[in-house]
């Protein structure tokens, strides 16, 4: 069990204390995935998943991938929209900047669940009113989130 915070390009891992995590300071756009393991769940099996995640404003990216059996390749693609840019790929939790100008990633020999976040932001700066964000949350596992 544990709780991911992705705000831009950065990553961190915050503490699961009584089933609830505090978000302050808000800034931008952010990702929350919570990662929860019930007592009876299979232990490992042959079918994995990819998570697809996109943060900010209009773009596509191919769905998540449900019940990928052990082996297969798989390739993740996305696009930005019309004046807007990627400004970041997280693969997994690890921050890929070298994908930013991509707009794929291959997956090969898979033999365990993984997460592609992809934040695109649009080219002009940002107005002063700019005040609201959004939050997007991701669950993995037995369970659920709540507001």
């Known amino acids: 069990q544990k709780i991911v915070y992705y705000k831009g390009s950065i990553r961190q891992e915050l503490p699961v204390t009584q089933n609830s995590v505090n978000l302050t300071n808000i800034t931008e756009d952010c990702l929350v995935q919570v990662f929860l393991k019930g ?19 209009p773009e596509s990216i191919t769905p998540s991938q449900l019940d990928v059996l052990r082996g297969q390749d ?9 004046d807007y840019r990627i400004e970041s790929v997280v693969i997994d939790g690890e921050v890929r900047d070298d994908l930013t100008a991509a707009s794929e990633y291959a997956f090969a020999d898979i033999d365990q669940d993984h997460l592609v ?9 940002p107005k002063d009113d700019d005040d609201f964000f959004r ?7 037995n369970g659920s989130i709540t507001d």
């Open 135 to 141: 939050i997007d949350t991701s669950r993995i596992g």
């Open 39 to 57: 007592g009876d769940e299979p232990e490992q099996t042959d079918l994995f998943q990819i998570n697809t995640t996109l943060i900010g404003g």
């Open 74 to 82: 798989r390739t993740i693609q996305w696009k930005a929209g019309a």
């Open 117 to 125: 976040i992809v934040k695109v932001v649009k080219n002009t700066e």
